[in-house]
């Protein structure tokens, strides 16, 4: 009984100490030099909630929500400025966090059209600016009645170095044509839920795309006018031979704009536009797997050759041993049997001896 409740508490220990070693976000706004984190709101649990923060549910569950929390950032007596608010949003990974962060447009907010000097992929505008980073989407609103650009840069700048960079794109969107790409247009779905907020999809080809396979969803706008792009991308070229044809069945009894499709690999490319955009864009999506060695492959083949040279000879001699014992046991039996016919009284010296017990 003793050996049983160490071996639960030993369990236990392990538990909580895993679970307490997780990092949540609190962890990174704290090691932010000159502010002071303080948490105003936490939300781990959707509930029956329609919406967090402007966006859906529906999309938030798609996208495999962890977390959402609101900060204020109150800077200490060597940052010049008032009070920074910050939203956060915690999702499964960093194409999920891409993905929120690019339906920011389509979910009740104000576009951000503008850029801060900051190398990293955010959108900006007055007070604002918005930015992913590993697995965390995050807001910044200015409460001052003026914005100040400066102090949001340098911000923003605390907050990728206490952050882990760990910036995954999409193989959807990475796959998107870049030539003529309207970056600001880029949007990542990973469900129905997400597509619903895109009116530029068929919707009756929503039902035979098979998001019950996993699949990711990128589109993109091209100039010059704007032709919209998706692409679907599938764990497999298997499958996506599978969804194509089911796609382009849907699409023999579906009347509206044009829709031209396209396979490349594990992708489709889908363009709902005219047949001339869509030749240009489609013409650009050409998947190429690539092969990287995991250790440096030599530069010839000798290694390759020398072992095969061992294994040649090593056959090639046993062989020959083979043919020169079967040759001298030959000449040796020769020999003795001309010998033997030769001595006749030599052989019956060496008869057996028998002895007849049966006779009296």
Same mark, same amino acid.
């Given at each position: 009984?003793?050996?049983?409740?160490?071996?639960?508490?030993?369990?236990?220990? @392990?538990?909580?100490?895993?679970?307490?070693?997780?990092?949540?976000?609190?962890?990174?706004?704290?090691?932010? $030099?000159?502010?002071?984190?303080?948490?105003?709101?936490?939300?781990?649990?959707?509930?029956?909630?329609?919406?967090?923060? %402007?966006?859906?549910?529906?999309?938030?569950?798609?996208?495999?929500?962890? /977390?959402?929390?609101?900060?204020?950032?109150?800077?200490? $007596?060597?940052?010049?400025?008032?009070?920074?608010?910050?939203?956060?949003?915690?999702?499964? &990974?960093?194409?999920?966090?891409?993905?929120?962060?690019?339906?920011?447009?389509?979910?009740?907010?104000?576009?951000?059209?503008?850029?801060?000097?900051?190398?990293?992929?955010?959108?900006?505008?007055?007070?604002? @600016?918005?930015?992913?980073?590993?697995?965390?989407?995050?807001?910044?609103?200015?409460?001052?009645?003026?914005?100040?650009?400066?102090?949001?840069?340098?911000?923003?700048?605390?907050?990728?170095?206490?952050?882990?960079? @760990?910036?995954?794109?999409?193989?959807?969107?990475?796959?998107?044509?870049?030539?003529? #790409?309207? %970056?600001?247009?880029?949007?990542?779905?990973?469900?129905?839920?997400? #597509?619903?907020?895109?009116?530029?999809?068929?919707?009756?080809? !929503?039902?035979?795309?098979?998001?019950?396979?996993?699949?990711?969803?990128?589109?993109?706008?091209?100039?010059?006018?704007?032709?919209?792009?998706?692409?679907?991308?599938?764990?497999?070229?298997?499958?996506?031979?599978?969804?194509?044809?089911?796609?382009?069945?849907?699409?023999? /009894?579906?009347?509206?704009?044009?829709?031209?499709?396209?396979?490349?690999?594990?992708?489709?490319?889908?363009?709902?536009? %005219?047949?001339?955009?869509?030749?240009?864009?489609?013409?650009?999506?050409?998947?190429?797997?690539?092969?990287?060695?995991?250790?440096?492959?030599?530069?010839?083949?000798?290694?390759?050759?020398?072992?095969?040279?061992?294994?040649?000879?090593?056959?090639?001699?046993?062989?020959?041993?083979?043919?020169?014992?079967?040759?001298?046991? !030959?000449?040796?039996?020769?020999?003795?049997?001309?010998?033997?016919?030769?001595?006749?009284?030599? &052989?019956?010296?060496?008869?057996?001896?028998?002895?007849?017990?049966?006779?009296?």
């Amino acid at each position: 009984m003793i050996r049983l409740l160490s071996s639960l508490l030993a369990a236990l220990i @392990v538990v909580w100490s895993s679970a307490s070693a997780e990092v949540s976000i609190s962890a990174y706004l704290h090691q932010v $030099p000159g502010y002071t984190a303080r948490q105003q709101e936490e939300i781990t649990e959707i509930g029956e909630r329609k919406e967090v923060s %402007s966006y859906p549910t529906g999309v938030l569950n798609e996208f495999v929500f962890k /977390s959402y929390s609101r900060w204020e950032m109150i800077p200490g $007596p060597e940052v010049s400025g008032t009070q920074v608010e910050v939203e956060i949003f915690e999702l499964a &990974d960093p194409p999920a966090a891409f993905g929120l962060y690019s339906l920011w447009d389509k979910t009740g907010h104000a576009p951000l059209p503008g850029r801060l000097n900051v190398p990293v992929e955010h959108r900006h505008a007055g007070q604002d @600016v918005i930015f992913w980073r590993n697995n965390y989407f995050l807001h910044i609103r200015q409460t001052d009645a003026e914005a100040d650009k400066e102090r949001l840069e340098q911000l923003m700048r605390a907050l990728l170095d206490a952050i882990p960079p @760990v910036n995954v794109l999409p193989v959807a969107v990475a796959h998107l044509p870049v030539e003529e #790409l309207r %970056s600001e247009s880029v949007e990542f779905y990973l469900g129905r839920n997400g #597509l619903a907020l895109n009116p530029d999809f068929p919707e009756p080809l !929503v039902p035979v795309m098979g998001f019950g396979d996993h699949i990711e969803v990128g589109f993109g706008r091209y100039s010059p006018t704007g032709t919209p792009m998706f692409l679907i991308a599938y764990p497999t070229p298997g499958v996506a031979q599978k969804y194509s044809l089911k796609i382009q069945d849907a699409l023999s /009894s579906y009347f509206g704009p044009g829709v031209y499709l396209k396979r490349s690999g594990p992708l489709i490319g889908m363009v709902v536009g %005219s047949e001339e955009d869509a030749t240009r864009l489609l013409g650009r999506l050409n998947y190429k797997a690539k092969v990287k060695w995991i250790e440096d492959k030599p530069e010839d083949d000798r290694e390759t050759l020398g072992f095969l040279g061992v294994i040649t000879r090593a056959i090639l001699g046993t062989l020959a041993f083979l043919l020169v014992t079967g040759a001298v046991g !030959v000449v040796v039996g020769y020999c003795r049997y001309l010998y033997i016919r030769s001595h006749p009284d030599w &052989d019956k010296k060496n008869e057996m001896i028998r002895l007849k017990l049966d006779e009296r």
